[in-house]
């Protein structure tokens, strides 16, 4: 069975599984490849006897949650995989209101996709008695200073 592209898109469709095979389950498998300290050795001493010293640069390994609704007695079953941390706890979130028997419109994801936030337009704030291009100035602030003598 090949993964679902997008987060939102196996949200629903899951939604829409367990709502026709209520006896559907729901599979987490969360991996976090390591690398033993021999074969970061033996890659070290490789590149040592190449020359390369480039290879020597270590990348952090890439955590990756796989996420699997299926129904044995349909034969469906719907994948997605993502290694996205912030998608991670939204997926958690929408699995555990699919987990309480939410409907597809409690999830707030049908039909939506991802929206493009924008910034909120900038407020300014001008005090009485003062023309509109000068900020009200008063004192000085207080002044922010450390832990002082113990």
Do not use: W
Not at 59 to 66: F, Q
Not at 137 to 144: E, I, R, S, T, V
């Amino acid at each position: 069975m090949p993964y679902l592209t997008t987060s939102q898109e196996y949200l629903e469709q899951s939604a829409l599984l367990l709502e026709a095979y209520p006896d559907s389950r729901i599979t987490t498998k969360y991996s976090f490849p390591s690398e033993r300290p021999s074969e970061k050795a033996h890659r070290a001493k490789s590149a040592a006897r190449k020359g390369d010293a480039t290879t020597e640069t270590s990348t952090a390994p890439v955590a990756a949650l796989e996420l699997k609704t299926f129904n044995a007695e349909a034969g469906i079953c719907l994948k997605y995989r993502t290694n996205k941390a912030a998608e991670v706890s939204r997926l958690m979130t929408g699995l555990g209101k699919l987990a309480s028997g939410a409907d597809v419109a409690s999830l707030g994801v049908s039909g939506t996709a991802d929206v493009e936030m924008v910034d909120a337009p900038a407020v300014e704030e001008v005090s009485k008695g003062q023309p509109q291009g000068q900020q009200a100035q008063g004192g000085k602030g207080k002044k922010k200073g450390g832990k002082g003598k113990r």
